[in-house]
């Protein structure tokens, strides 16, 4: 069992609709990171969360520490949000990156 | 500078090449991350600078990879004898402390013909 699980894996929406990714991990973490890729490969860090709730712009995360996941929610979503959205967290003690395999997201207008 | 940048952008080798792509990280960056993502899955670990100090290197697939940052700033991922498998984008990522927000280069995509 990978460490870390996105889904969906791929998701296609419509124009303005309220998106949800989802990531869930089996280890103890210090930190989970919300990151996106466009094509072509450059990626974004969008959030660090270690509990609670962030929110920036249009995006909002957050994580359940007890029940090992967290959220990636975007509001009104835009064909400009198109990209792949990883989870990777910090496991506890650690300073590596473990990297859930990314969610395709296609937004169409 | 601004962001990370890595030079080169992509790279073309032929198989037994030795390659060496760099990082330059953000200024004052002292945490730096090299992974390697394979077309369609997600980046995986491969090294970890803390200043000049590798304190990680239990990524590297094996003892022709090898990674340097002399003097706590510029990296150098060298790959020697270069094989088709080594084919991905080589990415590095820098913070300024460890567990703070990661910063990543645009990655150098490696071709191993």
């Known amino acids: 069992k990978n460490e870390v699980e996105q889904s969906p894996q791929n998701l296609t929406a419509q124009e303005g609709e309220f998106i949800t990714i989802n990531c869930s991990y089996s280890v103890g973490i210090s930190a989970l990171h919300w990151l996106q890729q466009h094509p072509g490969g450059g990626i974004v860090s969008l959030f660090m969360?270690?509990?609670g709730k962030k929110k920036h712009g249009r995006l909002i995360a957050t994580i359940n520490i007890q029940e090992k996941h967290s959220s990636l929610h975007i509001t009104a979503s835009h064909p400009r949000d198109s990209a792949v959205y990883i989870c990777?967290?910090?496991?506890?003690?650690?300073?590596?990156?473990?990297f859930g395999k990314g969610t395709k997201l296609t937004v169409n207008p | 500078g601004a962001g990370v940048s890595q030079s080169p952008r992509y790279k073309v080798a032929k198989r037994g090449q030795d390659v060496a792509l760099r990082c330059d990280p953000i200024?004052?960056?002292?945490?730096l991350f090299w992974y390697q993502q394979a077309l369609g899955q997600g980046p995986e670990f491969l090294t970890y600078f803390q200043n000049e100090a590798q304190l990680d290197k239990s990524g590297l697939p094996s003892d022709r990879f090898f990674a340097e940052r002399p003097e706590g700033s510029v990296s150098t991922l060298k790959i020697q004898r270069t094989q088709q498998e080594d084919s991905a984008v080589y990415l590095c990522?820098?913070?300024?402390?460890?567990?703070?927000?990661?910063?990543f280069g645009s990655g150098t995509q490696l071709s191993v013909l």
């Open positions: 200024s004052g960056h002292v945490s």
């Open positions: 990777a967290l910090h496991q506890g003690g650690s300073e590596k990156l473990v």
């Open positions: 990522a820098t913070a300024r402390e460890l567990n703070e927000k990661l910063f």
């Open positions: 969360l270690s509990s």
